[in-house]
Nanobody, 124 residues
Framework: QVQLVESGGGSVQAGGSLRLSCAASGYTSSSDCMGWFRQAPGKEREGVAFINPARGSTYYADSVKGRFIISQDNAKNTLYLQMNSLEPEVTAVYYC?????????????????WGQGTQVTVSS
């Protein structure tokens, strides 16, 4: 049974940084992508970034390029999202997802496994 558990969310002031973590268990695919999505109140869930474990390649939504970095630690089965220069408009619940087919942009329907989400709040 695949389980994804996010952590690292919280409240931060504009300009600050946060690092989200996603601990994966029961997930063994090295060819499918793992990614981060977010959902702000009243909005649809949108893709933020993905990483292809087999190739080490990454993809970022235009809105986060240059500010967010996705990475993984295979030994710890953990996915990370380093978020820098945070602004209030990135406030959302952030979700880790796995098993995606690495389409660009990220598509919610392509990811069968999801974490419970972690809240990120940026105040001005």
């Amino acid at each position: 049974q695949v389980q994804l558990v996010e952590s690292g969310g919280g409240s931060v002031q504009a300009g600050g940084s946060l690092r989200l973590s996603c601990a994966a268990s029961g997930y063994t695919s090295s060819s499918d992508c793992m990614g981060w999505f977010r959902q702000a109140p009243g909005k649809e869930r949108e893709g933020v970034a993905f990483i292809n474990p087999a190739r080490g390649s990454t993809y970022y939504a235009d809105s986060v390029k240059g500010r967010f970095i996705i990475s993984q630690d295979n030994a710890k089965n953990t996915l990370y999202l380093q978020m820098n220069s945070l602004e209030p408009e990135v406030t959302a619940v952030y979700y880790c997802a796995a098993g995606g087919r690495c389409f660009r942009p990220l598509r919610v329907v392509e990811y069968p496994y999801w974490g419970q989400g972690t809240q990120v709040t940026v105040s001005s």
